[in-house]
């Protein structure tokens, strides 16, 4: 597993929650101490110098895996999307090969399960009223489709309800959320009254990342709606 | 918004002006509700289409070849229009492409001229040189005509009063025009506005227009429009001049087969524009005695020279990515400081600037892929808003707040155990600021300095006590001691 730097610092419960599901699979979960950042901060922040040497630590880090399962899809986005690139970039011909044969291997959390594994109904039981926020990155980049929608509806006891624009961006953006703080507060207001109209107890998303976001905004206006990746959903018993 | 023309080398930065615009509770309801009704027009008439995925191929490969053979394109461009009776004008700069078509509408001996709606005009900001000039322009295209009379700007590349709803629009014309009893139903406004253009069309000699596309194969030129005014612009007066981007040139004839199902799906949601005017040259018995053409450059050469940004080339104009843009959707157009907003706006203004202005641009995005997606040419303007970003920090140095926090983290990134103290450090820097709500949760509400953006609106979870890395090796102990 690739947990992502901001998992595991802020979001461990998620971490557990997939190597829960994993392991009740019947896989076998690793964890190569040695990983931090997939690069994403630094290369959309415009700064590219910095994340080159990131690229070649997660190849350090992860070659020979079987499969790399990443709880982020902005992060396997930015590896899918630039790491050939960027390995292009650093000019080392052994590295570009390392990188073409590691990438196939790397799965979102939901996308391993659905399209690696084929699987929609992993065992769970959550009996809450839930609505499914989609990523930007999983649903344009990574083209998960459906895949977490079928995951969630195969959960017993969910009551899954249909968020209105569910295409539409949260405003998270990464540094965008500081540097057009107003921008992406407008953007955040219309998204968490989308969420508020679905009377959902708690909203559910494929990235950390985004429910930060959604969830600093919903915390603030007191709303009583949580937050929680699909991992911890998917581990409920 | 005033009459002051959009500048990005004096435009405020995007988040200020964004600020400003955002302030406008009209217009921002004007915005999403025009841009909510395009997007679901384009929605029907591209979801209806089997083959749109490879349109959107071929016209990406046939603008992607014209851009690597462009300076071809062009030399055939200019011989094809000259045999066929045009005089073709090349201007590098919009300075120059303002002087050489003052001169030729002076040399018309004209004091007014007609336009169509070009972005091309409004890029070299024309209208205030020609009237420095001592020369009249009159919009004729109805939203160009709104923003004329409202001493306003354009704030769209296909609707430029796009944040104007048709309230605003009555009053404007009720006080231009001088109309005070006119009714606010689109076909009082229309039946206006028809009145106040058909004698500027009849008495005006001189016609200025833009391009969608210059034909080299033939040395024609392609409009399309949804009103008929351009075909009046086009057909009546007696000098035609044309303005437009060396970019605006495709290799055939046929190429419009692919090009114009592209561009009214995606630009209006339409099959098929009302109006498609292609005209080649002169012809003695009918229309303009007189066709000019200036072709410009304006950066654009520098564009492409950059194999990266170069993609951006191949834009066709249709304002879909506007559209589907939720930054612009929540700021409208005039916060990109430019007559190129919204996502375009964002590549291109920069560019054209060669990077010395509008360098806030690239950053007014949330990377989040609607326009790339809707892009009937494909151009991924997410990677070429990052590629920009990678260009803006690379001039600014490496001696910024920022830049030096990014450093700093990068550092910590390369390695095992500098992360690992810098995950504790956090959570004792964070400590001071972080009270329990209702549930017994940490959380934030205020952040000091370049982070205070985050706490405006929202709060922080504070760190849990423990990474997922700590959890992770107790239980692998745990395991090693209990011979699992
Ligand atoms: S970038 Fe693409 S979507 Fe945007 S205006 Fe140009 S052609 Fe249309």
């Known amino acids: 597993m690739f947990i992502t730097c901001y998992n595991d610092t802020l979001f461990p419960a998620t971490g557990k929650a997939v190597v829960r599901v994993l392991e009740r699979l019947g896989h076998t979960v690793e964890f190569p101490a040695g990983q931090t950042c997939c690069g994403q901060m630094h290369w959309n922040t415009g700064y590219q110098a910095e994340a080159l040497p990131l690229l070649t630590r997660f190849v350090e880090q992860f070659r020979g895996a079987e499969a790399v399962v990443v709880p982020s899809s902005s992060c396997v986005a930015m590896m899918r999307d630039h790491y050939p690139k960027m390995a292009e970039e650093i000019g080392d011909v052994k590295l570009k090969a390392e990188v073409a044969e590691l990438l196939p291997k790397v799965f979102e959390f939901s996308e391993f399960l659905t399209k690696r594994l084929g699987l929609e109904d992993v065992g769970a039981y959550y009996p809450h009223r839930v609505t499914y926020h989609a990523s930007c990155h999983g649903l344009r980049n990574l083209g998960l489709g459906d895949g977490p929608q079928r995951l969630l509806r195969a959960v017993r006891g969910i009551d899954l309800v249909e968020i209105a624009g569910l295409e539409q961006c949260c405003g998270f953006g990464g540094t965008f959320a500081v540097k057009n703080a107003e921008v992406s507060s407008a953007m955040l207001a219309e998204k968490t009254n989308a969420i508020l109209n679905t009377k959902a107890e708690a909203c559910t998303a494929c990235d950390n990342s985004c429910l930060m976001h959604i969830h600093g905004a919903l915390h603030r206006q007191r709303t009583g709606i949580q937050t929680v990746h699909l991992a911890e959903i998917l581990a409920g018993e | ?484």
């Open chain 2, 1 to 484: 918004m005033s009459g002051t023309a959009l500048d990005p080398r004096t435009a405020p930065t995007f988040p200020m002006a964004a600020k400003t615009m955002m302030g406008d509770t009209q217009l921002r309801k004007n915005v999403r509700h025009a841009t909510d009704v395009i997007q679901a027009k384009r929605a029907r008439v591209v979801d209806e289409m089997p083959d749109w995925q490879e349109l959107r191929e071929s016209g990406k490969q046939i603008r992607q070849h014209t851009m690597e053979h462009l300076d071809f394109y062009l030399e055939e461009f200019e011989s094809n229009c000259t045999k066929a009776g045009g005089v073709v004008h090349w201007a590098k700069d919009a300075e120059e492409a303002r002087r050489i078509i003052v001169a030729l509408v002076k040399a018309a001996g004209a004091t007014e001229v007609i336009k169509i709606k070009s972005m091309t005009t409004e890029e070299i900001q024309l209208n205030s040189a020609l009237e420095a000039a001592g020369i009249h322009p009159y919009e004729t295209d109805l939203a160009e005509l709104i923003i004329q009379l409202g001493h306003d700007q354009p704030s769209h590349i296909v609707v430029p009063a796009l944040h104007k709803n048709r309230q605003q629009i009555r009053e404007i014309f009720q006080r231009e025009m001088n109309l005070p009893e006119l009714g606010e139903t689109p076909q009082d406004l229309a039946d206006a506005a028809r009145q106040f253009l058909r004698e500027k069309f009849l008495r005006v000699t001189t016609g200025v227009s833009g391009a969608n596309f210059l034909i080299a194969e033939t040395g024609g030129v392609c409009i399309v429009e949804s009103e008929g005014n351009g075909r009046m612009c086009l057909t009546l007066p007696e000098t035609l001049i044309t303005v437009a981007g060396i970019d605006k040139v495709v290799p055939r004839f046929e190429d419009l087969e692919v090009l114009l199902q592209l561009l009214p799906r995606s630009a209006t949601g339409e099959r098929m524009n009302p109006y498609n005017s292609i005209w080649t040259g002169v012809n003695p018995p009918d229309g303009p005695r007189e066709f000019h053409v200036v072709l410009m450059d304006n950066a654009r050469t520098e564009i492409l020279g950059d194999a990266e940004g170069r993609q951006t080339l191949n834009c066709i104009r249709c304002g879909a990515c506007q559209n589907a843009c939720p930054v612009y959707r929540q700021t409208g157009g005039h916060a990109y400081g430019s007559v190129y907003a919204g996502p375009i706006g964002a590549i291109l203004t920069p560019q054209l600037q060669e990077m010395h202005h509008a360098q806030s641009l690239p950053y007014a995005s949330s990377l989040c892929g609607a326009c790339y997606e809707v892009c009937p040419v494909k151009i991924n303007i997410p990677e070429v808003l990052i590629h920009l970003r990678n260009k803006v920090v690379k001039q600014n140095g490496m001696l910024n707040a920022e830049a030096l926090a990014m450093r700093a983290m990068g550092m910590i990134f390369r390695s095992e155990s500098r992360f690992r103290a810098a995950q504790r450090m956090g959570r004792m820097a964070e400590a001071p600021l972080v009270r329990k709500d209702g549930r017994g949760e940490g959380w934030i509400g205020w952040l000091p300095g370049l982070l205070g953006g985050w706490t405006q609106v929202r709060d922080l979870q504070a760190m849990p006590e423990e990474t997922f890395r700590e959890w992770w090796e107790k239980r692998e102990s745990k395991e090693v001691a209990s011979g699992n």
